[in-house]
């Protein structure tokens, strides 16, 4: 059985936020939402982060720009080095994958998405880690 993860998105909490948080839920799953529209989000994610263990973090070009998300991920990296990161994106251009690459993150899901691939990679990834932290 999978261990109870914490997962924390940051997208536009009355839109893609929300709904990422009801199919999570829906599959037993911890999620707390940042809201990326909201005044001085990226100091409630520094501070989400910081106070709490995250199993698993899923920043979104929901209110956030492609520039925006890198300069997020080295920060989220410094905060939470045992978090997995996927990025949820409608840009894929290649600088901005290899650009990804780059910083280290453990996935990327491209915009729209399926809800059941979304569930699939959550699973997927806190899966892994589940049993990396048994050995």
Avoid: C
């Amino acid at each position: 059985m999978m261990a109870k993860w914490n997962v924390l998105v940051i997208a536009e909490a009355d839109t893609l936020g929300s709904l990422i948080s009801t199919l999570l839920r829906k599959e037993d799953i911890d999620v707390t939402v940042v809201d990326s529209s909201g005044p001085g989000f990226i100091e409630a994610v520094y501070r989400e982060i910081s106070v709490k263990r995250y199993g698993l973090i899923l920043p979104t070009n929901n209110g956030l720009t492609p520039s925006k998300i890198l300069e997020l991920i080295p920060e989220i990296r410094n905060r939470n080095r045992d978090a997995k990161i996927i990025v949820l994106s409608g840009h894929f251009s290649a600088d901005f994958m290899g650009e990804l690459r780059k910083k280290g993150i453990n996935g990327f899901l491209p915009m729209p998405f399926r809800s059941e691939d979304l569930v699939r990679k959550v699973k997927e990834s806190l899966n892994r880690q589940d049993s990396s932290q048994k050995e």
